[in-house]
């Protein structure tokens, strides 16, 4: 099973400032079928982030991804106080599709 | 817009089973996989298992291996999540969500992300 590790635990920043988020994948995801997803409390996920790359539908451009097989991120370039959030990376290359233990952004 | 909508809250006893429905409004069936993801209290996302209509396959994280059961009926667009010999450890919201079949190879489906996801179901074992 692919085990996926997101950090930090926990960001706090100030509206405005950039926020960088990492995910590390225990083996090689095939066609960068990674996706990152925002959970807001009492809320189901959203997706933001397929492909490791591609901003879905509605996302707004200050949200963007990268990276490769093994290695992703997420950056928030200008924190919203609506970004508060948690945020999942998820690779969905393989039917057990894990995702990662998340990580919690607040807004100072 | 497609919506996913999932049946209500439900309380169970332990040793019991539970039954979610996901039914899809607005968009197309066949041509997605209902995934089923629980969130314990307080805690992250857990895939369980997966389910393509179109080639009536289903794949189960492997904890869930034996008590889950997962089934499509395609007539009425709805997805269902069955789980038997609940524990306290079942207590969690349990969603529906779902992701475009990309291809299939031989019996397998290739998904993509989780797109669209249900509002969630709270259940909670307790005697």
């Known amino acids: 099973e692919i085990v996926l590790t997101q950090s930090p635990g926990t960001l706090s920043l100030s509206p405005g400032e950039k926020a960088t988020l990492s995910c590390r994948a225990s083996q090689s995801v095939s066609n960068s079928q990674l996706a990152w997803y925002q959970q807001k409390p009492g809320q189901a996920p959203r997706l933001l982030i397929y492909?490791?790359?591609s901003r879905a539908t509605g996302i707004p451009d200050r949200f963007s991804g990268r990276g490769s097989a093994t290695e992703l991120t997420l950056t928030i370039s200008r924190l919203e106080s609506e970004d508060s959030a948690v945020y999942y990376c998820q690779q969905y290359g393989t039917s057990s599709g894990t995702f990662g233990q998340g990580t919690k952004v607040e807004i100072k | 817009q497609v919506q996913l909508v999932q049946s209500g809250a439900e309380v169970k006893k332990p040793g019991s089973s539970l039954r979610v429905s996901c039914q899809v409004s607005?968009?197309?069936?066949?041509?997605?996989?209902f995934n089923w993801v629980r969130q314990a209290p307080g805690q992250g996302l857990e895939l369980m298992g997966r389910i393509a209509p179109i080639v009536g396959r289903t794949n189960y994280a492997q904890r869930f291996q034996g008590r889950v059961t997962m089934t499509a009926v395609r007539s009425t667009g709805t997805a269902y999540m069955e789980m038997n010999g609940l524990t306290s450890d079942d207590t969690a919201v349990y969603y529906c969500?779902?992701?475009?079949?990309?291809?299939?190879?031989?019996?397998?489906?290739?998904?993509?992300?989780?797109?669209?996801w249900g509002q969630g179901t709270l259940v909670t074992v307790s005697s």
């Open positions: 492909g490791a790359s």
């Open positions: 607005g968009g197309t069936f066949n041509t997605h996989i």
């Open positions: 969500a779902r992701a475009p079949l990309v291809t299939v190879i031989g019996v397998v489906a290739v998904q993509g992300p989780l797109e669209s």
